[in-house]
């Protein structure tokens, strides 16, 4: 049930949307909002998906937020999140991306999935997703959250698109047959230097087991995952801090790579 107006959850998209595009950094907005509930999270969320589609952007998937263990049990909460991913936040493969795009951006390792089969819940399950997977991709998470110091609570960050920002894909892609997702190892490298490695398990206890939970949130709100969407799974490793001059790589075994370099 929601607790906040339409007049409301619009106001919030707005505000947290201009701190998205102009780069300024806010107070969490359960601040001023303390009865807010998920649900007037998630549909501040939506409205700013709205707004970027009224502008011409395009909806291409969504990523999964506070995956595993750690993450959860650090903001006390026992289910992940979800954010949507628009055409304008992926950023090419092995291209440069100026930082002041950004307020104070961290890399996560992670894998991306193409489906090639519509998804919808609920019920779904990780055979139904590697079933409907057209292809993988090692891929880099670029979070940028609006709140200042990373400091928020899962209201928050749900109604900020759960810190979406941009997002790089490896160039090779790779079908899941023969890959054990859940035991593949990852490592994420900035400027050449090993600082994180970890295996797909990390996710949820396997990348597509992240994607089908996913799939049974968005049924609650009559919503499915198109073929051709492409998810974010969820973060591997630790997300690091970058700064301009940085170059930050993730490699997954059999998988290739997927490089972004900051200036
Ligand atoms: O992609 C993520 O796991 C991040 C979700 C939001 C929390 C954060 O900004 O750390
Ligand atoms: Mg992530």
Redesign the pocket.
Known sequence: MTTLSKEQIEGLAEHLESAQLQCFDVTKITDEHPAMDFEDAYAVQKVIQQRKLERGDQLIGY?????SRA?MEQMGVDSP?Y?FLMSSFEVQESSAVPVSRFIHP?V?AEIAFVLKDELSGPGCTVAKVLSATDFVMPSI?I?D?RYRD?K?DLTS?IADN???SAFVTGSTVVPVAGLDLGTVGVVLEINGEVVEVGAGAAVLGHPANSIAQLVNMLAETGESLPAGSLV?S??ITA?LPVKAGDCATVRAHGMGSATVRFV
């Open positions: 990523k999964m937020g506070l995956t993450k999140v954010g961290r996560e998470e979070i959250s990373f928020f960050v759960a810190s979406s974010l969820g973060a997300a």
